[in-house]
T-cell receptor, first 112, second 115 residues
């Protein structure tokens, strides 16, 4: 069974601080996606990483896919209150269905 | 393109009633997924359609659940004889199987509360 563990589960920081969220598994994924979810809404795609070692930047967000494609990290620089939300990593199983295996999420609160 | 849409956004029902949810995927997306998310958890896969064919069902999908995707366009998820344990957010996602990364895009979800 493929599992994804995210850490930390909760994070409360002040505006302007930096943070890193980790997503780890013992399984290899064909790709990994990061989503952000607001209360009562569906997950919104932030990025997809495919190649081992890949690094992608989205403004103040930096995403990295591990060399072995088993883990990933999300780094936010100078967090802002608008970054508040639930961050979910999801690995694609790469089979015919290509369904997503989600982590439990990291709930981020950025205080002004 | 308006993205994935779901209807209704919220549904409150009494235990034992039947409910049906609808998902309209991004046009020309041939893959459609249903997931369920309970409070404090990430979404869990329920079922998958490629065009009109339902190709995979999770063990989470009991006999009370049925999903269809007639003509390979919109999809419906029906829950019969609802139970309190069915209370959750039901999410639909679509993607295009072809060249590229096959990224899934999610709808806003339907929040089901069973009293």
């Amino acid at each position: 069974t493929q599992l994804l563990e995210q850490s930390p589960q909760f994070l409360s920081i002040q505006e302007g601080e930096n943070l890193t969220v980790y997503c780890n598994s013992s399984s290899v994924f064909s790709s990994l996606q990061w989503y952000r979810q607001e209360p009562g809404e569906g997950p919104v795609l932030l990025v997809t990483v495919v190649t081992g070692g890949e690094v992608k930047k989205l403004k103040r967000l930096t995403f990295q896919f591990g060399d072995a494609r088993k883990d990933s990290s999300l780094h936010i620089t100078a967090a802002q209150p608008g970054d508040t939300g639930l961050y979910l990593c999801a690995g694609a199983d790469g089979g015919a269905t290509n369904k997503l295996i989600f982590g439990t999420g990291t709930l981020l609160a950025v205080q002004p | 393109d308006t993205g994935v849409s779901q209807d209704p956004r919220h549904k409150i029902t009494k235990r034992g009633q039947n409910v049906t949810f609808r998902c309209d995927p991004i046009s020309e997306h041939n893959r459609l997924y249903w997931y369920r998310q309970t409070l404090g958890q990430g979404p869990e896969f329920l079922t998958y359609f490629q065009n009109e064919a339902q190709l995979e069902k999770s063990r989470l999908l009991s006999d009370r659940f049925s999903a269809e995707r007639p003509k390979g366009s919109f999809s419906t998820l029906e829950i019969q004889r609802t139970e309190q344990g069915d209370s959750a957010m039901y999410l639909c996602a679509s993607s295009f199987r072809g060249q590229g990364r096959d990224t899934q895009y999610f709808g806003p979800g339907t929040r089901l509360t069973v009293l």
